[in-house]
C-alpha cells in the first residue's frame, strides 16, 4: 500500500519551472493541497497527518519555488509565494482545491484564498497567523536563538522551536522526528541558505505589513495551534479566526507550534470531519 514514505516524488512543470510534488489517496473529488512550514522540504512532513488525511481524500504536498527539489528561487514575499502555489495548482489541472497550510504554508494559503478566492474550497491554517500580526518582527531572534541551543544539544531546532521543553513535550518531538525519519528513500534536497534568508525575510515583512482584510474569505476556515506557541503567537491564531467569517478555532493543550503534530491523533479527526462537512 502506498503511504508517505514510499510515494514517488513527481514533478511538473509551471511556467518553465519544474515543482517537485507527491500525491496519496484516491484521486477524485477536490483534492487537498498541503503548504509546508519555514525550511521545511517534503521530507518534514508528518507521515500520520499525510498518511491520515489520505485515507478519505485524495492529497497533495509540493515544494514551492527554490524549496527542496523544486527550480528557481525563493521570493522575498509572502505574496509571491502564494502566486506560485496557485501556479501549481493550475498546472495539475485543478479548479477547486482544499488547503492545509501550516506555519508560513498558513500565511501561503492566506493569500491563495485572496488572490483566487474561487480556487479554495476549506482551508486548514495550523500554527500561523494573519499578515500584519505584532511580534513577528521578532521571528529572526527567536529561530536564532533555537539554531544556537540546537548546535550545542547536538538537535534538529524544532525541537525547541516546535514543543514545549517539559517530559510531554520533548517525549512528543522524538516521537515526531522518529516519523520523519521513515522515508528513507527519494528524499528530496534540504532547503539552502537563499531559500531559508528569503523565508525569513518574507516572513518578517508580512509581519510588518498592513493587516489584509481577512472578511473577504467567506470560505469555512478551521484554525489550529497549541497553547504556547513560540513562533507565531497563539493570540494570532486566536485573532485571525475572529477577523474570519465563517471559521473555527481548535487550541491543544501543553503544546507549541507543532501542537497539530503533538496532537495528530485528535487533529487528524478533527480535520477529515472538517473537510467532509456539507456547506450550510
Known amino acids: 500500500m502506498t503511504t508517505w514514505k514510499n510515494t514517488p516524488t513527481k514533478s511538473v512543470d509551471v511556467d518553465g519551472t519544474p515543482f517537485a510534488y507527491r500525491e496519496l489517496g484516491k484521486p477524485g473529488g477536490v483534492p487537498v493541497v498541503f503548504l509546508h512550514h519555514f525550511t521545511a522540504v517534503l521530507d518534514d512532513w508528518d507521515p500520520r497527518v499525510l498518511d491520515g488525511v489520505a485515507a478519505r481524500h485524495h492529497v497533495i504536498a509540493f515544494d514551492n519555488r527554490g524549496v527542496g527539489s523544486t527550480g528557481g528561487k525563493v521570493p522575498h514575499d509572502i505574496e509571491q509565494m502564494g502566486a506560485d502555489a496557485i501556479a501549481f495548482i493550475r498546472a495539475l489541472g485543478y479548479d477547486q482545491v482544499d488547503l492545509i497550510g501550516f506555519s508560513l504554508g498558513g500565511a501561503v494559503a492566506q493569500m491563495v ?7 479554495v474550497r476549506r482551508m486548514v491554517l ?8 505584532g511580534g513577528i518582527w521578532k521571528m529572526p531572534f527567536i529561530v536564532g536563538g533555537a539554531y544556537t541551543k540546537a548546535f550545542l544539544a547536538r538537535k534538529d531546532p524544532r525541537h525547541f522551536l516546535f514543543f514545549p521543553r517539559n517530559a510531554e513535550g520533548k517525549k512528543a518531538s522524538n516521537e515526531y522526528f522518529a516519523r520523519l525519519a521513515e522515508r528513507t528513500q527519494d528524499r528530496v534536497r534540504p532547503v539552502t541558505s537563499q531559500a531559508r534568508n528569503a523565508q525569513l525575510r518574507a516572513i518578517t515583512s508580512g509581519g510588518l505589513h498592513k493587516p489584509d482584510d481577512l472578511s473577504a474569505i467567506k470560505i469555512p476556515v478551521f484554525v489550529a495551534n497549541g497553547d504556547n506557541d513560540l513562533m507565531v503567537s497563539s493570540d494570532h ?12 478555532l481548535r487550541i491543544y493543550p501543553n503544546s507549541g507550534h507543532g501542537g497539530v503534530f503533538q496532537h495528530y491523533r485528535t487533529f487528524v479527526p478533527e480535520v477529515l470531519e472538517f473537510l467532509g462537512e456539507e456547506r450550510a
Not at 484564498?113 to 480556487?119: H, I, K, S, V, Y
Not at 491564531?237 to 473555527?248: G, Y
Request: no cysteine; proline share 11%.
Open 113 to 119: 484564498a485572496l488572490q483566487a478566492p474561487d480556487l
Open 237 to 248: 491564531s486566536a485573532d485571525m479566526a475572529a477577523r474570519l467569517p465563517d471559521s473555527r
Open 126 to 133: 495550523a500554527g500561523t497567523g494573519p499578515r500584519g500580526g
